[in-house]
């Protein structure tokens, strides 16, 4: 692993690897740099990648007061550290602190986001307690608890549960499970203005599953509406996690946007 300071002096550790144009991957809650090992290796034939730890996992820093400010300057660091124009392609929290780090940087050449978590009209409802629920299983060491209690709220497929506890990194997740408090406000309290965006003219490509919950799709059709310079292609018959259950279909439009 390597590592670059963002701008609050924070280190930000990466892994870097593959051949062709710079490409920066920008990985979603729940989980670090490893969410990509079902693509890395074929992104890695296009491409040479820096793959972000997110702060607060790996060896990434994780200093407090959290902000979710301090996320999307850590995404414009890396492209900044890159020294030219950069691809970048992210998921989920990555790509709402993706798409803000466009405003921050002007090295950012192309860009996919896939259902970032911006608060429209439609939210995610958390039960009132589900915050003392949650801290509470951390506290007693039931990580794994705690974030099936996470996927339990979002309704999430019983079979995309099953297949991320089947991967290689599910302890990843586990060693992940305290930052998602952090992340949830942090969306939660970030307040999209579409206005910010009508100057960003970067060639974005969002990505919407036909199975998403009202939420992503309000969200990706929120974003796709503020920018100038966008279009956006459907995963049929996927919802949140279309790298997972079906990755060949989200390297062909992701690729496909990329490679033009």
Same mark, same amino acid.
């Given at each position: 692993?390597?590592?670059?300071?963002?701008?609050?002096?924070?280190?930000?550790?990466?892994?870097?690897?593959?051949?062709?144009?710079?490409?920066?991957?920008?990985?979603?809650?729940?989980?670090?740099?490893?969410?990509?090992?079902?693509?890395?290796? *074929?992104? %890695?034939? +296009?491409? &040479?990648?820096?793959?972000?730890?997110? @702060?607060?996992?790996?060896?990434?820093?994780?200093? #407090?007061?959290?902000?979710?400010?301090?996320?999307?300057?850590?995404?414009?660091?890396?492209?900044?550290?890159?020294?030219?124009?950069?691809?970048?392609?992210?998921?989920?929290?990555?790509?709402?602190?993706s798409l803000e780090a466009g405003l921050l940087?002007?090295?950012?050449?192309?860009?996919?986001?896939?259902?970032?978590?911006?608060?429209?009209?439609?939210?995610?409802?958390?039960?009132?307690?589900?915050?003392?629920?949650?801290?509470?299983?951390?506290?007693?060491?039931?990580?794994?608890?705690?974030?099936?209690?996470?996927?339990?709220?979002?309704?999430?497929?019983?079979? *995309?549960? %099953?297949? +991320?506890? &089947?991967?290689?990194?599910?302890?990843? @997740?586990?060693?992940?499970?305290?930052?998602?408090? #952090?992340?949830?406000?942090?969306?939660?309290?970030?307040?999209?203005?579409?206005?910010?965006?009508?100057?960003?003219?970067?060639?974005?490509?969002?990505?919407l599953g036909t199975e998403s919950t009202p939420?992503?799709?309000?969200?990706?059709?929120?974003?796709?509406?503020?920018?100038?310079?966008?279009?956006?292609?459907?995963?049929?018959?996927?919802?949140?996690?279309?790298?997972?259950?079906?990755?060949?279909?989200?390297?062909?439009?992701?690729?496909?946007?990329?490679?033009?």
């Amino acid at each position: 692993m390597e590592h670059l300071i963002s701008k609050d002096c924070t280190p930000i550790t990466y892994e870097s690897g593959g051949r062709g144009p710079p490409l920066i991957l920008v990985h979603g809650t729940v989980i670090d740099h490893t969410y990509w090992e079902p693509v890395r290796a *074929e992104i %890695e034939n +296009h491409f &040479s990648v820096t793959i972000l730890d997110r @702060r607060g996992r790996g060896d990434s820093g994780d200093t #407090l007061p959290y902000s979710i400010q301090r996320e999307f300057e850590d995404v414009a660091a890396t492209v900044e550290n890159m020294g030219g124009p950069v691809d970048v392609l992210c998921h989920s929290y990555g790509a709402l602190c993706s798409l803000e780090a466009g405003l921050l940087t002007d090295n950012i050449r192309r860009i996919v986001l896939y259902q970032p978590p911006i608060y429209t009209y439609i939210g995610i409802l958390y039960p009132h307690d589900a915050l003392d629920r949650y801290n509470a299983y951390l506290e007693e060491g039931r990580n794994e608890e705690a974030i099936m209690m996470i996927y339990e709220i979002r309704d999430a497929p019983p079979d *995309e549960v %099953e297949l +991320h506890r &089947s991967l290689p990194n599910w302890r990843s @997740r586990l060693l992940s499970a305290a930052t998602i408090p #952090l992340e949830l406000f942090g969306a939660r309290g970030f307040k999209f203005n579409p206005h910010r965006f009508r100057s960003m003219n970067v060639p974005t490509l969002l990505l919407l599953g036909t199975e998403s919950t009202p939420f992503y799709k309000a969200a990706t059709e929120a974003v796709h509406s503020s920018l100038s310079n966008s279009l956006m292609s459907m995963l049929p018959g996927q919802g949140h996690e279309a790298i997972i259950t079906a990755p060949e279909h989200f390297l062909h439009l992701a690729l496909g946007f990329l490679d033009r």
